[in-house]
């Protein structure tokens, strides 16, 4: 098990998180390539309907991806998210959890974000992650993860 840095964000809402949570809370942290776009918005909304369940086992969401906040307030606006989006514009947090990756596409390699999710305890311990996420049934999986800590 890794631990993290205490990081401090600017995200949506025009909030500053903290990772670890200030608020003693488990942190689900889920990387993501890119606002508005089909795989992205089917996640951000698995999450979102399932937010509740989340609060209820003491847990707080942020989605990460390089987009600008502009850019994050829109998306989440027209998603009804109920919780925020990080901005991580220089990519600092996306390194610093490896999701920032050589990815191949038709042939094509290029540095990008690689879909990962990570469960942070309190004390910055990761007790869960999960690289190279499936959209799929990914969102009830995490939260299996949440609800059994």
């Known amino acids: 098990m890794s631990k993290v840095q205490t990081t401090n964000c600017k995200a ?8 670890p949570d200030a608020k003693g809370r488990n942190i689900v942290l889920y990387f993501y390539p890119k606002d508005a776009t089909s795989g992205c918005t089917l996640e951000g909304q698995d999450f ?11 847990c707080v969401i942020y989605g990460v991806s390089k987009d600008s906040m502009a850019s994050h307030e829109k998306f989440k606006k027209n ?3 109920p919780f925020e989006l990080i ?9 610093a959890f490896g999701a920032w990756q050589l990815k191949s596409r038709n042939g094509e390699e290029k540095m990008g974000i690689v879909r990962s999710t990570f469960i942070i305890d309190a004390n910055g311990d990761i007790l869960k992650s999960w690289d ?15 609800q059994s800590l």
């Open 87 to 95: 901005a991580d514009e220089d990519g600092t947090l996306c390194e």
């Open 48 to 58: 979102r309907d399932n937010h509740q369940a989340f609060v209820d086992a003491n």
């Open 79 to 81: 998603q009804s998210f």
């Open 12 to 19: 949506t809402s025009n909030l500053n998180v903290s990772i």
């Open 132 to 146: 190279k996420v499936a959209v799929g049934a990914h969102v009830e999986e995490v939260l299996a993860a949440v």
